[in-house]
């Protein structure tokens, strides 16, 4: 049975595994070694050498490719060394437009380390179509978008991105990290490829640094993609690989149930007095509500919402949490909680009475009840 054939849920427990054959384990083993035996002829099929491909590294690229549709999958170390390589596959004087409100290491990436390789960069609010039009030139070869953003939960038309890439003749990426593949197929609209932080959901506990890219076709993104992946080495080591196959078992089950939860969350807190505003594409307040309807099949765990009484009122909620962990990062089964503005530093142009949260696996009355004491 081919792996696309079947439901979403059954594919992340079934894509890319299989009963190992020589042993008959139902776990896949976790193959450390970092060099494999060549025949007497010096000949070889299959694996060399394990910066450039090992079993554990390859059964989670083939479970990532199934789970966005995609034609091939590339997993790094990080988020940010899947979207570092996304960046160095341009030549120097190409031109990215990029979401201004993406994740700020990938601002970071683009603002520090590429200037000095000669990118221009043109940032916009890409869930404005018109901005994104306005700044495409003759010279851009990449779109790069975050939907939902963080953490504004903005979120970006993507089959409209994708038609404007590829009448200008170039390159659409969206880093889906926030929805997971549970909830948005960025290929599906047209998009190019695909990024995940793995950190975040795909990984799913909290324990395990990942990044993944998935490419919506052979070709030459992809294979310069798989080149940049192997030369430049920023590969996840075996054992990280079989943390995020096996934490992908469970992505839809959990991601459902964590996306329920934050849109109960959300609703509560839009009516609570101590709340300024709540940002969540689940709600009818949020401008974009309706395209999230059309593009999500869910409207992800993560909200954010701003209190009444400003940064301190912020604060004071956040130290009062019990349930709640103040931490950094989201996707994991703990509920945490989070001052951007503090995180980000001055750079940020996140709303100093912002609070963000990413949900994960409690009972939803039980995280109420802690906002509750929290916000009073
Ligand atoms: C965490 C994150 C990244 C960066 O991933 P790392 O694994 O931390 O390098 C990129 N984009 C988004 C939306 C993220 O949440």
């Known amino acids: 049975m081919s792996e696309k054939a079947v439901h979403f849920e059954t594919a992340c427990v079934h894509a890319g595994r299989k009963v190992d054959p020589t042993t008959g384990a139902v776990a896949p083993p976790i193959h450390l070694s970092t060099t494999f035996e060549r025949k007497p002829d010096y000949g070889a099929e299959g694996y060399i050498y394990s910066r450039s491909a090992n079993p554990n590294r390859e059964q989670l690229e083939a479970c990532l490719a199934a789970l966005e549709g995609g034609a091939s999958a590339m997993a790094f170390a990080s988020g940010s060394a899947a979207a570092s390589a996304v960046f160095q596959s341009l030549k120097p004087g190409e031109h990215v437009v990029c979401s201004q409100d993406a994740y700020h290491n990938v601002l970071r990436i683009l603002r520090e380390v590429m200037a000095a390789w000669s990118l221009k960069v043109s940032f916009v609010d890409t869930s404005d179509l018109d901005a994104v039009r306005d700044a495409v030139s003759r010279d851009t070869r990449l779109i790069w978008v975050e939907s939902p953003s963080n953490p504004l939960l903005k979120i970006v038309d993507l089959a409209a991105v994708a038609d404007i890439g590829h009448k200008a003749g170039a390159y659409t990426v969206c880093d889906s990290t926030f929805a997971s593949p549970v909830l948005q197929r960025p290929l599906a609209f047209g998009m190019d490829l695909v990024m995940h932080s793995a950190t975040k959901y795909l990984g799913g506990h909290s324990d ?169």
């Open 208 to 376: 395990v640094v990942g990044g993944i890219l998935v490419a919506r076709e052979q070709g030459p993104l992809a294979e310069r993609l798989r080149f940049l992946q192997n030369t430049g080495g920023a590969v996840p080591s075996p054992f990280d690989c079989w943390l995020l196959l096996r934490g992908t078992a469970t992505l839809g089950v959990r991601v459902r149930a964590q996306s329920d939860t934050a849109l109960k969350l959300a609703h509560w807190l839009e009516g609570h007095r101590g709340v300024e505003r709540v940002l969540h594409p689940g709600l009818e307040s949020h401008p974009q509500h309706g395209l999230a309807k059309r593009q999500m099949s869910g409207f992800g765990a993560m909200l954010s919402f701003c209190v009444h009484g400003g940064e301190a009122a912020a604060l004071r909620t956040a130290s009062r949490v019990k349930l709640f962990t103040r931490a950094t990062s989201l996707g994991g089964v703990e509920s945490l909680i989070e001052h951007r503005a503090s995180v980000e530093g001055p750079e940020s142009r996140t709303p100093k009475n912002l609070l963000r949260i990413s949900v994960g696996l409690e009972y939803p009355d039980d995280l109420i009840a802690d906002l509750d004491q929290a916000l009073s």
